[in-house]
């Protein structure tokens, strides 16, 4: 009895042992194959969009993200909403204020990693009713980027596709990029949870919170992450 | 107010937290009257689900009066409601599909990268069930605030006591489900893994359903007699080997449908599930699957395979050619609650449906964390607990006297 047990704890550490060697193995063979499958010969047959190709293929581009929900909502009536700048830092975690300037432009005060926060001036540079909206930075801006929204119909009595897609010079490169991740100020993780924020709102005119109590000492107002 | 807070494994307390408030329009607040601890509590109890932040309020089973409504709330205060565990928003794609337990809206955008990331896709918000799913305050406390309120909650009459619709939030419709996902047809055999409340409410589903006959699972005796007394017949896995047992009574067929009320955190010394447990230590894999397994291997060819049991992770030596050779179907899935509120309500009030017999013991909240500890290692004797949050606790002297009987 002692003996099998005995035996049954080695030999189970020797299957554990073989089986971390064998997916370590195994990891390192997919890794290898996946990087000789990328093919960069700028020739791209998937019918995907630009923001979803990967690195090294001809379609991608740096510092393009993009990303898209469906909203049980007419085209239209998100348009409506979107158009409206101003109502931005309801859905926008990160924006803190925008003020219409007229003539299609608008500041934005957006916050930055460590409690900064940097300023933009957009204009408006495409605006078709029930389909897309598109703006881009001004020059005096502190940060220069490029966003489009597009609103399509994805099937039928399925509601509206929103599309959101950003171009953007990262802030220091790639250092900045990592920081700003880091403290989830990252275009791609802003687009993803603004998106939520703003299906939460169309489909049921608020944004869900778990704001309450706790053992936790901390108001009972304010949402746990 | 008094809440039954988490602190880590094997660590809830009785502590006065701040009430809850109002926060969104389609609010309410609850005063508690009954909350249940449930099977799933034993996962987040024994620190099996990720996710949980020290001073969480568990608890996802309960009932009470509605004391505050948001402007946007269809209730009324002194509504007496009972209200589905998953948090559901009632407009997404999901949930006008009747797929509540998929809404798309009730798990804050903060909270849903992580199940975005291991799912593929964030899940809805849970009650008192970790960060993954909202990080939402339960209600195994005094009150509690009830998000999308004009959608969950369900009005009960009055001459039905607590104990008689407290297990629509969750266990009944459960099983209830279960069943369902199975397709009962004329004639069929249904197999249930785990005699716990979801395999008994399962039970007593399937035999409403039309099942010829149930075999049940498990290796409490109380709760094998549970099982019996609905009119399964029992298969306590210490005496027989069960895959053997079920092609027996089946005719050499196997079972027609077979229902995983076991999850993540089986019981038994086979070599598949110790194993299991060694590669859990060392994180290799995070859910146990014994019962699954089996249940897999047991089922007929071209048999139905329903999973109400909790798993949350990974999981090794899944039979995916058992599954894929005999031409199975399986069915699985957090509970769309909402659904079935009402017809089982009905069927409550009709008395085609017994919620009381599997209740063991009823205690004053004050007493909950005895109460996990009870649930966690006396599973024999503790079937089903319900905590009160107006039962008077014991004195003193009293609890001390008990003490020295344990």
Known sequence: MADNQTLSKSSSKALLGAGLAVAAGTAAFLLARRSADVHDDGVDVSDALDHVFRRKTGRYEEGLVGRTVTIGKSRQEIYRAWRDFTRFPDFMENVEAVEDLGGRRSKWTIKAPLGASVELVTKITEDRPGEAIGWKSEPESDIQTEGRVEFFDIAPGRGTGVRLTLRYDPPAGLPGRVVAKLFQREPNVQARRDLRRFKMLMETGEIATNAGPSGRDEPVTESTT | ?406
């Not at chain 2, 309410?28 to 249940?36: D, G, P, Y």
């Open chain 2, 1 to 406: 107010m008094r809440a039954l807070t988490w602190h880590g494994r094997h660590d809830v307390r009785i502590e006065t937290v701040p009430d809850p408030e109002i926060v969104n329009p389609h609010d309410c607040i609850l005063k508690v009257t009954s909350t249940a601890i449930c099977g799933s509590d034993l996962h987040l109890y024994d620190g099996y689900i990720p996710g949980m932040r020290a001073g969480d309020i568990l608890g996802h089973e309960f009932m009470g009066e509605v004391v505050e409504v948001g402007p946007q709330s269809t209730l009324q205060k002194g509504q007496r409601v009972v209200v589905p565990f998953p948090i559901a928003c009632g407009e997404c794609f999901f949930c006008k599909k009747q797929q509540f337990s998929c809404c798309d809206n009730s798990n804050p955008p903060e909270t849903s990268d992580a199940t975005e990331t291991q799912y593929g896709y964030p899940m809805a918000g849970v009650f008192g069930y970790s960060h993954l799913t909202g990080g939402y305050a339960g209600g195994q406390a005094e009150y509690v605030r009830v998000p999308f309120s004009n959608v969950g909650p369900l009005a009960v009459p009055d001459h039905l006591e607590d104990d008689k619709v407290l297990f629509l939030t969750d266990i009944l419709p459960t099983g209830w489900m279960a069943a369902e996902n199975c397709d009962i047809e004329e004639g069929d055999t249904v197999a249930v893994w785990g005699c716990g409340p979801v395999g008994l409410f399962a039970i007593q589903s399937a035999l409403i359903m039309g099942a010829h006959r149930v075999i049940a699972i498990d290796h409490y005796k109380s709760r094998l007699d549970l099982a019996k007394q609905l009119g399964a017949d029992i298969l306590d896995y210490r005496e027989v080997d069960v895959r053997e047992a079920l092609a027996e009574m089946t005719g050499g067929i196997g079972p027609d449908a077979v229902i995983d009320a076991v999850g993540m955190e089986a019981h038994g010394i086979s070599i598949d599930n110790i194993l299991d447990q060694v590669k859990a230590m060392g994180f290799l894999v995070t859910d146990r699957i014994h019962s699954f397994r089996e249940a897999v291997l047991s089922v007929r060819k071209g048999g139905r395979v329903s999973v109400p049991g909790v798993y949350g992770g990974f999981a090794d030596k899944f039979p995916v050619g058992a599954f894929m050779e005999k031409g199975l179907t399986m069915k699985t899935g957090q509970t769309h609650v909402h659904r079935y509120l009402k017809p089982l309500l009905e069927q409550i009030e009709q008395g085609k449906i017994d919620t009381t017999f599997l209740i063991s013991h009823h205690a004053p909240l004050e007493q909950a964390p005895e109460m996990y500890k009870h649930w966690h290692d006396d599973q024999d004797q503790y079937t089903k607990i319900v905590l009160k949050t107006e039962m008077a606790a014991p004195a003193k002297e009293q609890q001390e006297k008990q003490h020295e009987l344990v």
